[in-house]
DNA sequence: AACTCCGGCAACCGCCAACTC
DNA sequence: TGAGTTGGCGGTTGCCGGAGT
């Protein structure tokens, strides 16, 4: 009970489509759509894998190409900042943008960007980690502090996994720290910031609570100056206290 | 004009989780 | 239940065109 390879490897065809390929593969897609199975699309000589990333990144139709917007860099370096690169689910957060595009636009344009930017900034602060926290799954459903102690501590492993390069955060163009915007519809997403006191792991929690049950600080689509969070210190860490709505990080 | 270098981007590769038989 | 298949993802490669020399 063996189902067939997806493709012969010696017999599949690689590099840059053609147009008479694309055509072969949108007019097949038009006509029967995906039916969720990429190996028996279109008999070209190509992998299913090869079709399907085709289409998705693009042939679609509702696919956009380059010319990023200022807001959609700000998203992005954000959102990186948050999440490292799940460009995914950052993707699916720009509509008409694959993964594929912004990882791309991320590793040839912003990376740079933003180390100049970090250049140009010349403080310590450059050397300052940031971390994305997973506290989501800890916060209750409507936003408000629902955390136990176990899960607290579950989120913080992982937590601690997860640091990322500082310069993401640059992007304020007041050069303030400013929160990472979080493009949730209802707003869900919501950022959070400590000072970090001592890098205690204890005194960020602290700050994370005292956040999260404070209805003031939960964003509203704007950025977050660093002067409306408790801790102010020349070692801030971020993170998100709710995006419970849309389980970003299973 | 010829050559080299470099940036941008499409496509491939390999891994892994989910699914199927 | 386990082996094999498929789809999805992130990392990487390699081609192409433009800029610089």
């Known amino acids: 009970m063996v189902r067939a390879p997806c493709c012969d490897k010696s017999n599949v065809k690689k590099g840059p489509w053609s147009p008479d390929e ?6 097949y897609i038009h006509k029967h759509g995906t039916g969720g199975n990429w ?49 995914s689910i950052i993707a699916a957060q720009l509509p008409g943008r694959t993964d594929n595009d912004i990882k791309n636009h991320w590793n040839t344009k912003l990376k740079k960007k933003l180390f100049t930017a970090k250049i140009e900034g010349g403080n310590n602060e450059i050397t300052t980690t940031i971390s994305a ?7 209750g459903s409507n936003g ?13 492993k992982t937590y601690q996994q997860k640091y990322y390069e500082y310069p993401a955060l640059v992007l304020d163009q007041t050069n303030q720290f400013s929160m990472p915007y979080l493009p949730f519809e209802n ?12 890098n205690e792991r204890q005194g960020m929690m602290d700050h ?4 999260e049950v404070d209805p003031q600080h939960v964003l509203s689509g704007s950025s977050f100056q660093e002067e409306n969070i408790n801790g102010v210190g020349d070692d801030p860490w971020f993170g998100i206290v709710s995006a ?3 389980n970003i990080f299973d």
């Open 22 to 27: 694309d055509n072969t593969l949108i007019n």
């Open 39 to 87: 190996i028996t699309l279109p008999r070209l000589k190509r992998c299913g894998k090869s079709c399907r990333l085709r289409w998705l990144n693009y042939l679609r139709p509702d696919v956009k190409h380059g010319g990023f917007s200022e807001e959609e860099d700000n998203i992005i370096c954000s959102l990186y900042s948050i999440l490292g690169s799940r460009w």
């Open 133 to 139: 926290a997973p506290f989501c799954k800890a916060v």
């Open 144 to 156: 408000s502090s629902s955390t136990t102690s176990s899960s607290y501590m579950t989120d913080l």
């Open 187 to 198: 707003n869900y997403g919501a950022a959070w910031c400590s000072n970090g006191v001592g």
């Open 208 to 211: 994370f609570v005292d956040f």
């Open 244 to 246: 419970t709505h849309y």
